[in-house]
């Protein structure tokens, strides 16, 4: 382990470290470029690499492009990345109320604690860990989602009946395409477009981004947001105030992260919704709220040290990103997998040592640019906006090389905008779209494996706890409704 | 010697006389081919997302062309994941069919054929040739009781539907185990599973008992895996224990080959002039030795062969297709 510092600590490699970090940063600051995409697009220059100088660009991009995602969410209510979606509903409200610098500092103190947490569990436990995940079937994947989708509930902000509605309309538009179990197209109206129905990408910039651009060139910004000078709005008591908080959300990153097929987005909406509920005061979440920042940012951080776990133990990439980190390692002839520690000991040690100096780069490099990036909001907002707006077109495009996403991406930017004009919230139709295929393709398989007796879930002891979070989840809130009603008549 | 050879002929109707001679030559000549055809870049269209074999070996291959100068202008590979192919399929048909811009697939087109998505069929393209190929093993956890193929085909037989299996449906793991329990005459129980990855992970957790990968990731993977069949044609060098389907008698074998298409109006010359560059690259030492080394087999089919190939087997997998709900 030692050895993998050391090796890092070549001049040479801290450089690509740190151009892998600081690349990622302005990528994932964009809304419709990602860190997945950027890896995607260099892939191709690490073919002549070193392994090592490879998989340490790969991994500073990875974490770079997860942390500058909250930028944008924060300032423009963009998430810069999927996994910066929560980081909108409190961050974006600070920013209002002339708290963006503030708001950003937060995020970035979140960023790494959920990183440096993962990363020791990356570091100390992956073997363990790794075995432990595996034992998770269709059934205890289901029930996980399931869980995820009635926090859902919990999460809406204002009408219970609006978010379900936005919920259930989110899960419709993930319907089309090909139905994974069976192998069929549905939906499709016997067109190509629909064939792979509406992709992630181009939905969510459509939905958060082009609906806000839209939104800000029709009307003036209200208020001009403050961006104060001067000294860091960090104190060593946010530590104790947010302490128990990052603990818990990067338990909740790093454990959702280490599940296979599950990424940062999801991780981060599990840990805001806990945090909701734990909290003394839910209603505050979402108008700018301190903790909703740090939940959602600790969290999707978290997931990335999760995803590396059954990345390099076993050879399962936990998420598309990690997938494409298996594919140029598997160009260099190394597979990631049990045999990695032993065949490659410097790859599988690099990888974890060049995950913790990414965190720390990362650190170096937005706590250190932070005063600059927040001046973002004081460009004039119609240029930023045709710049933003520019890139949310490549974006969409190149995901797939397809002119079709963009499409795609302007109707959904409609359709964002029609849901916030009737108040109908765009976080619930957004994790609605992107857990309902999870949650199907996993209870199908469920049933497929069980010949369609539901009764099998019942041998299934921690689907079975899934299930009963699930219901406390949905029976808390009219129970304490209830209960803090009875106290006042006494 | 020109002069004894063309005794009478004024020296200027020489000159043009050999000119004219000179340019047809040219414009019949293989080699001139290579000077009109490409003109352009040659674009190379993925149907997946950047990273995985077919994405691999068609950089590869164009990064040895371009390093040779085997075609005189520049390749570059454009990723068009989705739509079970059609939207590589529909950026392939957006440019001239002229041969500058190509499809670089395998057979899970043919899949996409028999499955009837993605509204092509093998008539629109003609096919450049296969460049080498790799198949797949039928593997069991290392704890499982089933030491062999025939142990297992047994139980199944006594159990219909006793064992689950591991595949994406619709996709060549699905196809391959069909055609073996097929040609075997057994049932085994499905759970979805779309990826190599997610089939491993069903495995080593003990919620699949059966599942197909790339002979590369079956030995990449290394520990907790037992591999009872190889659907290749004689068996692999790194696995020297693992029979083959038809050594044990049953009549089934794929090779998925990495297969270059272009569309079925591009001019017979321009497929043959790529055909000729993939050929040297894919006989090339370097590449040679990492198809070895990755457990695929490197060689050469030319455009009609495997375009008769492709038919023989996009026959057999609509018979399967069929029996799908």
């Known amino acids: ?490 | 010697m020109s002069k004894i050879a063309m005794p009478g002929v004024s020296r200027r109707v020489f000159t043009i006389g050999a000119g004219v001679a000179l340019a047809g030559g040219v414009l019949s000549g293989g080699q001139a081919m290579a000077q009109t055809f490409p003109s352009r870049p040659i674009k190379i269209c993925v149907p997946f997302k950047p990273g995985g074999r077919t994405d691999l070996v068609a950089r590869m291959l164009a990064e040895k062309i371009k390093e040779n100068d085997w075609l005189p202008q520049p390749i570059a590979i454009v990723n068009a994941d989705g739509g079970a192919g059609a939207n590589a399929v529909n950026m392939m048909k957006r440019d001239p069919a002229d041969g500058h811009t190509i499809l670089h697939w395998q057979h899970q087109l043919l899949i996409a054929i028999a499955m009837e998505l993605g509204n092509f069929s093998l008539d629109q393209f003609k096919s450049i040739g296969y460049t080498g190929g790799g198949s797949p093993i039928w593997a069991v956890h290392e704890d499982s009781p089933y030491q062999t193929l025939d142990e297992l085909i047994a139980y199944l037989k006594d159990n219909p539907r006793g064992l689950v299996e591991a595949v994406g449906i619709g996709t060549i793991p699905h196809f391959v185990g069909a055609m073996l329990a097929q040609s075997a005459g057994f049932e085994t129980r499905y759970v979805t599973a779309n990826s190599g990855s997610d089939r491993l992970r069903l495995i080593l957790g003990g919620n699949a008992d059966i599942a197909l990968f790339a002979a590369s990731e079956y030995l990449s993977q290394g520990e907790n895996l037992r591999p009872l069949v190889y659907f290749g044609t004689e068996r692999l060098a790194q696995m020297p224990d693992v029979p083959t389907a038809t050594e044990l008698g049953y009549d089934v074998t794929w090779a998925n080959p990495n297969w270059w298409l272009a569309p079925a109006d591009t001019p017979d010359e321009h497929v043959a002039a790529i055909g000729a560059a993939l050929e040297k690259a894919i006989a090339d030492p370097e590449i040679v030795q990492y198809f070895e080394e990755n457990t695929l087999e490197a060689y050469w089919v030319n455009g009609e062969d495997s375009m008769a190939d492709a038919r023989q087997t996009l026959e057999q997998l609509k018979s399967i297709a069929a029996t799908i709900g």
Not at chain 1, 183 to 207: C, E, K, N
Not at chain 1, 253 to 274: C, D, E, H, K, Q
Request: aromatic share 8%.
């Open chain 1, 1 to 490: 382990m030692i050895d993998a510092f050391h090796v890092l600590f070549d001049w040479h490699l801290l450089m690509l470290l740190v151009l892998g970090t600081g690349l990622g940063i302005v990528i994932g600051a964009i809304p419709g470029l990602t860190a997945t995409m950027l890896i995607a697009l260099t892939l191709p220059l690490t073919f002549h690499m070193e392994p090592v100088a490879a998989i340490t660009l790969l991994i500073g991009e990875y974490v770079g492009g997860i942390s500058g995602g909250l930028i944008t969410a924060i300032l423009l209510r963009m998430p810069g990345t999927p996994a910066s979606i929560v980081t909108t509903f409190d961050g974006y409200p600070m920013a209002r109320s002339g708290r963006a610098e503030r708001a950003i500092a937060l995020g970035i103190m979140a960023s790494v604690a959920g990183g440096l947490v993962s990363w020791m569990f990356l570091a100390g436990m992956s073997p363990a860990l790794a075995r432990f995940a595996l034992q998770f079937g269709p059934w205890e994947y289901f029930t996980l989602v399931l869980m995820a989708l009635v926090m859902l509930a919990a999460l809406t902000q204002g009408s219970l009946v609006k978010g379900l509605l936005a919920a259930v309309l989110g899960m419709a538009f993930a319907l089309p395409g090909i139905d994974n179990s069976v192998g069929r197209a549905r939906l499709t109206f016997d067109t190509d477009f629909l064939l792979s129905g509406f992709g992630l990408l181009p939905v969510l910039i459509g939905a958060f981004a082009i609906s806000q651009i839209l939104r800000d060139a029709a009307a003036p910004p209200l208020k001009k947001i403050e961006v104060p000078k001067g000294r860091l709005p960090i104190h060593m008591r946010d530590l104790r105030t947010h302490g128990p908080n990052m603990l818990r959300s990067s338990l909740i990153g790093t454990w959702v992260g280490l599940l296979p097929g599950i990424g940062g987005n999801i991780a981060a909406l599990v840990s805001y919704t806990t945090s909701k509920q734990l909290s003394r005061d839910p209603a505050k979440f979402g108008t700018g709220h301190e903790p909703g920042i740090v939940a959602g940012e600790t969290a999707n951080n978290a997931a990335i040290g999760g995803a590396l776990i059954p990345l390099i133990t076993m050879g399962i990439p936990g998420s598309v990103t990690e997938a494409i980190l298996i594919g140029a390692l598997t160009i260099h002839q190394l597979q990631p997998g049990p045999l990695l520690f032993q065949n490659s000991p410097e790859i599988a040690y690099g990888i974890i040592a060049a995950y913790f100096l990414a965190n720390i780069v990362m650190l170096v490099l937005m706590w250190g640019a932070v005063r600059w990036i927040a001046q973002l909001v004081r460009i004039p907002k119609a240029g930023l906006l045709g710049v933003i707006l520019m890139f949310c077109v490549l974006g969409s495009y190149a995901a797939n090389s397809s002119f079709n996403d963009v499409w795609v991406m302007i109707g959904f930017g409609l359709v964002g905008l029609g849901l916030e004009a009737v108040r109908v919230p765009l976080g619930p139709f957004v994790i609605g779209f992107v857990l309902s295929p999870i949650a199907e393709e996993q209870l199908r398989a469920s049933l497929m494996l069980s010949d369609g007796d539901w009764l099998a879930l019942f041998d299934r002891p921690w689907a079975i706890l899934f299930l009963i979070l699930s219901l406390a989840t949905l029976a808390w809130p009219p129970m304490a409704a209830r209960l803090s009603a009875r106290r006042r008549q006494i």
